[in-house]
Structure formats: C-alpha cells, structure tokens
C-alpha cells in the first residue's frame, strides 16, 4: 500500500478532473446535460481509481487499477474533442487540458 496523493500521475489526474468540473460549472451546456454528466463522471474516474489501486494487495492488482484510469483518461479525452466539436468549451482550452 502506498500514499496515493504523493504520486504525480494522481496529483496530474486529480487537477485535470478539478479544471474540468470547474469549466463545466461555468459553462453553458444547455441540451448537453448527458455530455456534462459523462465527462465529469470519466475525469473523476481516473484518480479515484489510481487512489484505490494504492490500496490494491498486489502490484497486479495496482495495474488493473492503473488500465482502468488510462481508458477513463481515454474517454475524457474523446469528450472533450466532442465537447469542441460542438463548440461547448473552446477548442484551445481543450487542448490545453
């Protein structure tokens, strides 16, 4: 078992599912509440599983964890090209995250 928060890959996954919720929240995604939802559920994901996988009892149970956040980063990641496809966030700032 190890400390979650003194990992840089959960501290990186954590400020990205904060600036993604924050965008959201300011944001107008009027007839996009499923869009909404879904991103902020797949962002979120990925450093509560990396937090959970530190409580795994194996290095093998840490990296069915670990595959499950990458395809959760994934997920977010296609969102938000969905997300400035449809010109809900602009397409610079979803780059940048």
Not at 15 to 43: C, E, M
Not at 76 to 86: V, Y
Request: charged share 20%; hydrophobic share 35%; glycine share 6%.
């Amino acid at each position: 078992m190890q400390p979650f928060n003194h990992l840089k890959i959960w501290q990186r996954s954590h400020a990205l599912s904060i600036a993604i919720r924050k965008l959201t929240q300011r944001r107008s995604f009027r007839g996009y509440a499923d869009i909404k939802g879904q991103i902020n559920r797949s962002s979120s994901s990925v450093p509560w599983n990396i937090a959970e996988g530190c409580g795994a009892e194996s290095k093998a149970d840490f990296a069915k964890f670990l595959d499950t956040s990458i395809k959760s980063l994934n997920e977010a990641e296609s969102q938000l090209q969905t997300c400035g496809d449809l010109a809900l966030i602009p397409m610079d700032v979803c780059t940048q995250l």
